[in-house]
């Protein structure tokens, strides 16, 4: 059986109460994954690529990552249980001994935000995307607000 995959962006962030909806879209249909705001906050600085003073937890990932020759090759949101989502980030790693392909469990906005800051692709596995609510409504009511120019400590 083979597992597919619809490649997806990031078509904005909109503050709830209780935390942030990032939202992915392929053509016409949008989903919502809600995420906390300090991960919301790291996937807005990697959206606009606005300067932290310093380096942040997914700046420290990334510099991890760089230190061990690993690149993030991409990301894919593989389950829906539950009205929660799941994500697995594959890392992929070259050198000396050859290429090394690494899947690790992540939360999807952890993964959405190395995703952005480095540059890879971020995917929904098929069978979610057809369970997953479309949340174009949601985003169409309520625009994303513009990048903030202040600084983040």
Wanted: net charge negative; aromatic share 6%; with cysteine.
């Amino acid at each position: 059986m083979t597992v597919r995959e619809i490649q997806v962006e990031v078509k904005g962030l909109v503050p709830t109460q209780s935390g942030v909806g990032v939202f992915l879209g392929h053509g016409d249909k949008v989903i919502a994954i809600f995420v906390d705001h300090s991960v919301a906050a790291a996937i807005t600085m990697f959206m606009h690529k606005l300067k932290k003073p310093r380096p942040l937890t997914h700046d420290l990932i990334g510099s991890i990552l760089a230190g061990l020759g690993v690149k993030a090759q991409k990301v894919v949101v593989n389950d829906l249980k539950d009205d929660t989502f799941f994500a697995r980030l594959f890392l992929l790693q070259e050198g000396e001994l050859g290429r090394n392909l690494v899947e690790i469990d992540s939360r999807p906005s952890d993964a959405i935000a190395v995703a952005l800051q480095q540059g890879c692709p971020i995917y929904v596995n098929t069978s979610v995307w057809e369970r997953a609510e479309d949340m174009s409504w949601a985003l169409k009511q309520n625009p994303p607000e513009a990048p903030s120019t202040e600084e983040h400590s």
